[in-house]
């Protein structure tokens, strides 16, 4: 008789520390369940890539279960990466061939310190995910190559290793050679937050030199031309298509495909707040008070140089006392009426560089007022933030979903596991499943407002996405069930009620004691 659950593929999306903790909670309750060695494919982005490294790392060493649970928690828990990251960017000496010292070559170090060691101290390599014999036959880090603005993937596969996408491949006797870290790194390389990692220019290589061969692939002109990563989110924060992609190429089709994804929910993105009022001031008059400064700098820079000449011509020349009363002022003086002139003419071209505005909308610019420039410059800004971490992205999720959730081929075989689907869960479900009690709710209303951030606000915030993951993918498991096979439990077959009873059975339990199986792996 087949197992419902014998050939599992996961999706871990991005979403920062909250994605990586709920994530952790998934691959947890699957191995409580049994069916964690059943999972044949895995694709992450970002954060979830910290989670999925963590698990594909612990099978190549040979780690138990708990070992890695232990590990990625521990990491999670003590590991700052924004106070880490700056800790290694102002102390420790970091040599890439481009030279940068920035904030993404300085976390790639830092994952190489905390977490892509194997158990003998050396750095994992791309190679040793490629040369593994795991139960894991497909696994795929995301990130977002900006040449193209395509998905660009480091796929471990038993038909092909990739490095690449459609437009553009690094070949794979060089990616064999790659630090995992600079690969996570790139994988998790936020938008804003960090500079985009090139490659091969920001990469770790042996004695700092690239390859002639490679750096010869990634030129232009005769000057070096990297590729510009950045977080695998940019194109798809779900990991969606690279594992429908992959399995299209497995020898036989996945079970089951369960899509974890921590994306908030939210009652609204953006909403106007009401400006702080500095001053009703225009920007004519400000540039009037400007004119009336420069005019006394420029007359304190002619009083200041007429007594210096004075006191030199009548030999009453005292360097002590002219430095003081005198040429300090001067300097001062000088130095003000270049930097407003500066300032005053390179804020003019700006605004004359403006499509649509031009030179000759200085005129009528002059006539706002400083309170309706701050309010114009921070609605711009805020709209545009939102506009490139919310909607854009709450679009390619939208096209992606729709895209897996019409074909046919996934619809008996895909679960969601969404971090806020308890919150007003509708499910008809058989009698003897309990339903979301107030914790499980609250709980999950919390677990969906923790930032998305590589460090954890509140030590009970680990705690709380993990036990989430666990319980939420549980209770989806049972609607998937129901869903698939029907509500008459005693028409299961033997595979189906095995798990059935079981899922039920723990499920009812969690909605008693949602700490349940965490305690399991934390004692």
Same mark, same amino acid.
């Given at each position: 008789?087949?197992?419902?659950?014998?050939?599992?593929?996961?999706?871990?999306?991005?979403?920062?520390?909250?994605?990586?903790?709920?994530?952790?909670?998934?691959?947890?309750?699957?191995?409580?369940?049994?069916?964690?060695?059943?999972?044949?494919?895995?694709?992450?982005?970002?954060?979830?890539?910290?989670?999925?490294?963590?698990?594909?790392?612990?099978?190549?060493?040979?780690?138990?279960?708990?070992?890695?649970?232990?590990?990625?928690?521990?990491?999670?828990?003590?590991?700052?990466?924004?106070?880490?990251?700056?800790?290694?960017?102002?102390?420790?000496?970091?040599?890439?061939?481009?030279?940068?010292?920035?904030?993404?070559?300085?976390?790639?170090?830092?994952?190489?310190?905390?977490?892509?060691?194997?158990?003998?101290?050396?750095?994992?390599?791309?190679?040793?995910?490629?040369?593994?014999?795991?139960?894991?036959?497909?696994?795929?880090?995301?990130?977002?190559?900006?040449?193209?603005?395509?998905?660009?993937?480091?796929?471990?596969?038993?038909?092909?290793?990739?490095?690449?996408?459609?437009?553009?491949?690094?070949?794979?006797?060089?990616?064999?050679?790659?630090?995992?870290?600079?690969?996570?790194?790139?994988?998790?390389?936020?938008?804003?937050?960090?500079?985009?990692?090139?490659?091969?220019?920001?990469?770790?290589?042996?004695?700092?030199?690239?390859?002639?061969?490679?750096?010869?692939?990634?030129?232009?002109?005769?000057?070096?031309?990297?590729?510009?990563?950045?977080?695998?989110?940019?194109?798809?924060?779900?990991?969606?298509?690279?594992?429908?992609?992959?399995?299209?190429?497995?020898?036989?089709?996945?079970?089951?495909?369960?899509?974890?994804?921590?994306?908030?929910?939210?009652?609204?993105?953006?909403?106007?707040?009401?400006?702080?009022?500095?001053?009703?001031?225009?920007?004519?008059?400000?540039?009037?008070?400007?004119?009336?400064?420069?005019?006394?700098?420029?007359?304190?820079?002619?009083?200041?140089?007429?007594?210096?000449?004075?006191?030199?011509?009548?030999?009453?020349?005292?360097?002590?006392?002219?430095?003081?009363?005198?040429?300090?002022?001067?300097?001062?003086?000088?130095?003000?009426?270049?930097?407003?002139?500066?300032?005053?003419?390179?804020?003019?071209?700006?605004?004359?560089?403006?499509?649509?505005?031009?030179?000759?909308?200085?005129?009528?610019?002059?006539?706002?007022?400083?309170?309706?420039?701050?309010?114009?410059?921070?609605?711009?800004?805020?709209?545009?933030?939102?506009?490139?971490?919310?909607?854009?992205?709450?679009?390619?999720?939208?096209?992606?979903?729709? !895209?897996?959730? @019409? $074909?046919?081929?996934?619809?008996?075989?895909? /679960?969601? =596991?969404?971090?806020?689907? %308890?919150? +007003? *869960?509708?499910?008809?479900?058989?009698?003897?499943?309990?339903?979301?009690?107030?914790?499980?709710?609250?709980?999950?209303?919390?677990?969906?407002?923790?930032?998305?951030?590589?460090?954890?606000?509140?030590?009970?915030?680990?705690?709380?996405?993990?036990?989430?993951?666990?319980?939420?993918?549980?209770?989806?498991?049972?609607?998937?069930?129901?869903? !698939?096979?029907? @509500? $008459?439990?005693?028409?299961?077959?033997?595979? /189906?009620? =095995?798990?059935?009873?079981? %899922?039920? +059975? *723990?499920?009812?339990?969690?909605?008693?004691?949602?700490?349940?199986?965490?305690?399991?792996?934390?004692?």
């Amino acid at each position: 008789m087949k197992n419902i659950f014998n050939s599992i593929g996961i999706t871990l999306s991005g979403g920062g520390y909250r994605a990586s903790a709920f994530h952790l909670g998934l691959i947890s309750y699957l191995s409580h369940l049994g069916v964690a060695e059943n999972i044949k494919a895995i694709s992450s982005v970002s954060g979830g890539t910290l989670t999925g490294t963590a698990y594909i790392q612990s099978l190549i060493d040979k780690k138990s279960f708990k070992e890695f649970f232990v590990d990625l928690y521990a990491f999670l828990q003590n590991t700052n990466m924004l106070e880490e990251t700056l800790e290694c960017l102002a102390s420790e000496k970091l040599t890439v061939p481009s030279g940068r010292k920035d904030l993404i070559v300085a976390a790639s170090r830092v994952f190489e310190n905390r977490l892509t060691r194997k158990s003998s101290g050396e750095p994992f390599l791309f190679g040793d995910f490629l040369d593994s014999q795991i139960h894991v036959s497909e696994f795929i880090i995301n990130t977002t190559e900006l040449s193209f603005g395509l998905d660009f993937r480091f796929k471990k596969s038993d038909k092909e290793d990739v490095a690449g996408n459609r437009k553009i491949r690094i070949p794979i006797k060089y990616a064999t050679d790659l630090h995992l870290s600079d690969i996570v790194a790139a994988s998790t390389c936020f938008p804003g937050a960090l500079e985009p990692l090139a490659f091969p220019d920001d990469f770790t290589f042996k004695d700092n030199s690239i390859p002639a061969e490679l750096r010869d692939l990634f030129m232009k002109d005769g000057k070096p031309d990297p590729i510009a990563f950045m977080d695998g989110g940019i194109y798809d924060n779900q990991g969606i298509e690279s594992l429908t992609i992959a399995e299209d190429k497995m020898d036989e089709d996945l079970d089951l495909i369960i899509v974890s994804d921590v994306e908030t929910y939210s009652d609204g993105f953006f909403h106007f707040k009401q400006s702080e009022k500095i001053s009703d001031l225009s920007l004519g008059s400000v540039d009037l008070i400007l004119k009336i400064v420069i005019a006394l700098c420029l007359g304190t820079a002619v009083s200041m140089t007429y007594h210096i000449v004075t006191d030199l011509l009548n030999k009453n020349f005292n360097l002590v006392d002219s430095l003081i009363n005198n040429i300090t002022p001067l300097i001062l003086s000088l130095s003000s009426t270049v930097l407003i002139l500066w300032l005053r003419n390179r804020v003019k071209k700006i605004i004359a560089d403006i499509p649509l505005l031009g030179g000759s909308a200085w005129k009528d610019i002059k006539k706002f007022t400083i309170n309706q420039i701050i309010e114009g410059v921070t609605l711009r800004i805020s709209s545009l933030f939102v506009l490139a971490t919310k909607v854009v992205t709450k679009r390619i999720r939208y096209l992606v979903y729709s !895209v897996f959730y @019409n $074909d046919k081929k996934y619809e008996n075989k895909r /679960v969601s =596991n969404l971090i806020g689907s %308890l919150k +007003a *869960d509708f499910a008809k479900l058989p009698p003897e499943v309990e339903k979301p009690s107030d914790k499980i709710i609250e709980m999950t209303v919390l677990a969906n407002e923790v930032e998305t951030t590589a460090w954890f606000e509140k030590d009970s915030d680990l705690p709380l996405l993990v036990n989430v993951g666990q319980f939420t993918i549980c209770y989806n498991l049972i609607k998937y069930i129901v869903r !698939v096979y029907g @509500n $008459d439990t005693e028409k299961y077959d033997e595979s /189906v009620k =095995n798990y059935w009873d079981k %899922l039920v +059975a *723990d499920w009812n339990q969690m909605v008693i004691d949602p700490d349940l199986y965490l305690k399991k792996y934390m004692d």
